[in-house]
């Protein structure tokens, strides 16, 4: 029991960043209608702008988190109004492609810059390990936590009581109408792609925190898909609970199937059957819109 | 009126309903089609027209009611079926498809008289061949001649004026070789010209190749001109049937179009 | 320039070719494809079946995603069905080549239309998600299905042999790759010359519309993924006989990306494009690495720019494709031979 326990709540860890990385994924889905591959990027490149700001520029861990968000709001913003804003309106092939392009880009420049090597964040935690109860969480994991933790609260609060998170979820609801209301659709979707690519690399810094990183930690990115299928593509609160039920899901597979299978990573793939399932069953997810068919 | 001899109809609604979510689109509709007549469909703005054509042409499913075309209850057949029965349409908002020549748009009309299977149509086998030939044959014989967009051919449908759009669209649904068009909104936004070659066309099919049509206009004199018949609807419902001169006459028809715009 | 050219049946205005100096250059085409083998290097000739094998499984590709508008992130893992269904053929039952590479076209073909099967209830992003899901399962499949695929060290296959001659080296292996990319090109255009070309077309266009004018949706899609996925086991298939070995790290996402990326540069929708994106995508990584060879002359370590170069020169082009020339090489082409047609009186 305490080591079902064990896993579960490692799997609430891991599922509580996942729902932090999707939540950025949703918001640029719900606001703009784009499948964003390049999410993955983006948190590499957030990560890299603390690790720099830390190893390199000596800063505290606080500012660095703070440079790493403005960096990647400024990509944000770039990579909306260069390749976004041209691309509306185009089949949804062409978009998703665009974005895969970007991944690709992404991944080329952070080699350039920082070297194909594997690099680790200074310690910043303090080392002693948490304990609840009959779980014991290593500290590298459950600070990080606690910051994606933040986050998501932060970033509900927005959605919910500022005037631009009230625009946002108007523009997502109905493009026509919100325009109508008087409402910047244009910077609405600017700051949907500002506060992805924030989002993303606040995740980014908490995925690296704990594991480190390199130009190829946008790979995560691809873990975030059962996540959000499971939420349904649309749905913030979706995210949250696909994030953690993903989390864990893949922790009990990696638990209790991966000693039966040796070597055959079960917990990498156990998500991706998952995510068929959905498909099959309910493809727009728990918390998702079913879109309706007109002519 | 007295009703026509079953023999002699095409098509009969008999109390067809539709209703989407708590909204009545349809509510107990009853229509009768002879065959060679064109029938217009009138009423005003959100009458259920084009919902009463969806059911028709079987994109919507009615709750209740039965819609019978040549003796046979067609009511639950899927729509992708209702082609090759005999059934073919134009849309209010034009559907052709952007990817694809004048050309190809029209033999696509073709698609369910056609046999080609996936292993013939990669190998181009001598069966496919002649299919192709004889189906260009036909559409240059019977469609583009005869509708007059030889010049068209090979241009894309996009790059042509909505007028024109509307005729490929009327080629098209030719090529499905139709016993009953249904045609919605044939000429809404043509000028004089291309209105009075769509009113020709319309005729000529009636005439020289016996095609029922069913046609939805807004254009009051063109309504008066073509049909033999109308059906007027209003929220859902027949509120007159008759002769266009009948129902020109009918009180009630005149109270459902006050203050709508349908003067024409 | 050219006035004008006059068709006498509509049989001629079908035709592929079309005009007269289409033809003419049909012959010429064929000649070099024929003639290359005898005048290229050995380098030459890996690049040549390179490009051969990856346009025949680009082909498919576009078939399903540029014609029929169904969006793939799977297509190197269907490749990689065919490759391992070809290599498992000819290692246990010894089968010949000229067997063992269609068993892989129609175990990919199955293997596609399982995929497909669910295209009916869902589309676009959606499918897109579904098939990103069969790659990453396919992809584990063969890295532990050990029994059957060899695991990461994977299997080796002897080199294709007919009548006692041996395809064993590239030179030799062109005939199969060039011969079959032939056929396989000429089946392609075939299909849009017919009723279920033009059903996968209006499909992608409206698909609503098309089920109006009686095409069966869930047919037309699942026969474009099944005609997708034997074009990617036939690729798969001479991959086995062009390598001599299959591995799983052949077939991952981004050869699948790599694949979207010929199409979207090629031309979505396109035959000839298909060829064209075929052939930059795969030439222009090779360019960059004869770039950077000779910057190594200036500066030593310039070959560990390559990795990240590639990446970036991948991402940018497919990036700006989509942004200044959506429809791809292919329109290219076409600009450049109407200029010529008309020449020497442009508009």
Known sequence: MDEFLQIAVSGVVTGGIYALIAIGFVIVYKATGVINFATGELMMLGAFFAWTAMAVAKLPFAVALLLAALGAAGVGALVERVVLRPMLGQRPISIIMVTIGLSAVFKGIAQVVWGGEYRSFPAIFPRKPIELGPVILP????????????????????????????????TANDQATAFGMGIDIRRVFSFSWVLAAVTAALAGVVVGVIGGISPQLGAVGLRIFPVVILGGLDSIGGALVGGVVMGVLENLAGGYLDPLFPGAGIKEVAPFFALVLILMVRPWGLFGTREIERL | MTSPPASELVLSIEQLALSFGGVRALAGVDLQVRRGTISGLIGPNGAGKTSLLNCIAGFYRPQSGRIVFEGRDITRVPAARRPALGLARTFQNIALFAGMTVLDNIKLGAHCHLETGVLSALAFTAEARAEEEALREEVERDIIDFLEIEHLRNRSVASLSYGLQKRVELARALAMRPRLLLLDEPIAGMNEEETEDMARFILDIQEERGVTVVLIEHDMGVVMDLCDQVTVLSFGEQIAAGTPAEVQANPEVVRAYLGTSGGG | MIIGNFKVSYADDEALFRTPASRAWLWVLLGAVVLFPFLASDYLLYLANLVGIFTIAALGLNILTGFTGQISLGHAAFVGVGAYATAIVATRLGLPFWLAVPVGG??????????????????????????????????????????????????????AGLWGFEFDTDRRVYFLVA??????????????????????????????????????????????F???????????????????????????????????????????????????????????????????????????????????????????????????????????????RRFFWLWPFPK
Request: glycine fraction near 10%; hydrophobic fraction near 55%; charge should be positive.
């Open chain 1, 139 to 170: 500290s590298r994991q459950a600070w990080p936590f606690l910051i994606a933790l933040a986050a998501i609260v932060l970033l509900a609060a927005l959605f919910r009581f500022t005037r631009t998170g009230t625009a946002m979820r108007a």
């Open chain 3, 179 to 224: 011969g079959l990319a032939a056929l396989h090109t000429w089946a392609a255009a075939n299909l849009f010359r017919t009723r279920v070309g033009r059903a996968f077309i209006a499909v992608r266009d409206r698909d609503i519309s098309a089920e109006l004018m009686g095409i069966d949706l869930f047919r037309t899609k699942i026969s474009a």
């Open chain 3, 106 to 159: 129609l175990a990919s073909c199955l293997a596609g239309a399982l995929v497909g099967t669910p295209s009916l209830r869902i589309k676009g992003l959606y499918l897109a998600i579904a098939t990103l899901a069969a790659q990453v399962i396919l992809e584990w499949v063969f890295n532990n299905w050990t029994g059957m695929t060899g695991g990461i060290r994977g299997l080796n296959v002897a080199p």
């Open chain 3, 226 to 336: 099944m005609i997708s996925s034997y074009y990617a086991g036939i690729a798969g298939g001479l991959w086995v006989y062009f390598a001599k070995v299959v591995t799983p790290e052949s077939f991952p996402l981004s050869l699948s990306i790599q694949f979207l990326a010929m199409i979207i540069v090629g031309g979505l929708g396109s035959i000839k494009g298909t060829i064209f994106g075929a052939v930059f995508v795969t030439l222009v990584p090779e360019g960059l690495r004869a770039v950077v060879q000779g910057a190594t002359a200036y500066s030593p370590d310039a070959m560990s720019w390559l990795a990240p170069m590639k990446d970036i020169v991948f991402g940018g082009m497919i990036v700006g494709f989509l942004v200044f020339e959506p429809h791809g090489l292919a329109e290219i082409w076409n600009r450049v």
